[in-house]
């Protein structure tokens, strides 16, 4: 049974650089689609990017200048950075994956990392 | 960007009775070459992460109930709950993967009447 699990700093202030990092059990990175998905206050769910077997990385505009997503092969994870961080880039970060059929839908979550942006 | 609208907002059902939502994309997700519908659907109870019901606009993952079924096709889709359950109580979402940035509808709260 694959499982994602993710850790990060939680609380950032304003210019600051946002990392988290998603451990994936279960599984290999090889194959998949690896997602990171931000859940706004509100509740709306926006995509932020996603990076494939071949290692390279489709961002939202959104985000394209601020964003990078890697793979760490060796620990079988895969990370988020953005730089930059403002109160808007307040929510929740999940890591996510497809399977099979659904390679390019979210089957699998991580638990969500709730990152605050305030000085 | 291709926009996903859902409507309503919110619905408040009476249990056992149907509950409908709808999502229209601002283009077609209708692919040509294989005939599916990229479009998704996403249950989220509070406090959880989101679970998928539904891919190609009308097919059940394993494990979700009957009583979830999907329809439409180019750009417009339907949920439908055909006899709403207690646990049903959720915020539901369509989602489109036909093309990056994949991107979400805003959400319908389904609540008990």
């Known amino acids: 049974q694959v499982q994602l699990q993710q850790w990060g700093a939680g609380l950032l202030k304003p210019s600051e650089t946002l990392s988290l990092t998603c451990a994936v059990y279960g599984g290999s990175l090889s194959g998949y689609y690896w997602t990171w998905i931000r859940q706004s206050p509100g509740g709306g769910l926006e995509w932020i990017g996603e990076?494939?077997?071949?290692?390279?990385?489709d961002y939202n505009p959104s985000f394209k200048s601020r964003v990078t997503i890697s793979f760490d092969k060796s620990k079988n994870h895969f990370s988020l950075k953005l730089i930059s961080v403002t109160a808007a880039d307040s929510g929740i970060y999940y890591c996510?994956?497809?399977?099979?059929?659904?390679?390019?839908?979210?089957?699998?979550w991580g638990q969500g990392t709730l990152v605050t942006v305030s000085s | 960007d291709i926009v996903m609208t859902q409507s309503p907002d919110s619905l408040a059902v009476s249990l056992g009775e149907r509950a409908t939502i709808h999502c229209k994309s601002s283009q077609s997700v209708l692919h040509s070459s294989n005939n599916k519908n990229y479009l998704g659907w996403y249950q989220q109870k509070p406090g959880q992460t989101p679970k998928l019901l539904i891919y190609?606009?009308?097919t059940r993952e394993s494990g979700v109930p009957d009583r979830f079924s999907g329809s439409g096709s180019g750009t417009d889709f339907t949920l439908t709950i055909s006899s709403l359950q207690a646990e049903d109580v959720a915020v539901y979402y369509c989602q489109q993967y036909y093309v990056t940035p994949r991107t979400f509808g805003q959400g319908t709260k389904v609540e008990i009447k």
């Open positions: 190609w606009a009308s």
């Open positions: 990076i494939n077997h071949s290692e390279a990385p």
């Open positions: 996510a994956r497809g399977e099979n059929l659904k390679q390019l839908l979210f089957v699998y």
